[in-house]
């Protein structure tokens, strides 16, 4: 592969003040390696979204996948959505029980329905259908990566996400997410909506983390499309000034994004965000705090 590649991905951008991320972020740098060493052999930017997203899922040192809280009645009810900047495919599940990767199930979705979105019963029964991996006891299964006490009012959460450019020029991202720690039960966030928190098509790949009803309502992802597309922005000026949208709308939280030159902007209006930086010109970054 002679052609330029990159890749971002996110922990999310709740991080608490005095915890020690150090795992989280070694873990990070190894999902990075493994991705940056697909992408040199040609991986499609797909399925190595996809795949990252498995990995921090599986680690439980994010609020999704196996680190994914509870909700208000201690259930877990997961979203999560991929989307195929090449095709403008996409898949995603939300509100989802009972499977072990939220990411994989959206895959299955996007690969395998002639729908973008299952939520519920029908989401439930397609999947065991496909024989996606259960999780039998949540008990068991899940480890809450988050142990705090909750402030009345304040929406804390978590998310991990990924967005790739591959060296054909085709963009991807992924997102997967235990959602606001202590939900409703229903709840659904930004996470797997396409355009608020999850996008890709021809021009740029974005996944967000924050406070999701705030990236709904800003449309977070698709604007950041539309100031490249239409206002002729570029990448990283087009995602400040969407999350200003947020920040203004008193939200708070930050995002990845990749364009097809394979620039890469990892902005956040909270106070820490967990990330990873890698592309073919040799950049390679993992952080939490500023
Ligand atoms: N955006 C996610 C949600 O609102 C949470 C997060 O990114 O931390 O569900």
Redesign the pocket.
Known sequence: MSRVWSIALHG???PIRQADYSAAEAHMAETLKIACAALEVGARAVDVAEKAIMALEESGHH?AGRGASPNALGQWEL?AAIMDGETRNAGAVAALRGFRSPIRAARMVMDHSRHVMLVGKGASLFLRGRGLRRVWNPRDYYRPSVKRTIEPGELA???VGAVVLDGEGRLAAATS?G??LGKMPGRV???PILGA?TWADERVAVS?????EY?MRAAVAADISARVRYGKLGLKEAAAAALEDVHFLGGD?GLIAVDVLGNITVPFISESMKRGIASSRGEFHVAVRR
């Open positions: 999310g951008a709740g609020i979203d959460h978590g998310t997410t959602g606001l966030g930004d996470t928190g967000c983390t924050g406070q999701g990236f939280g």
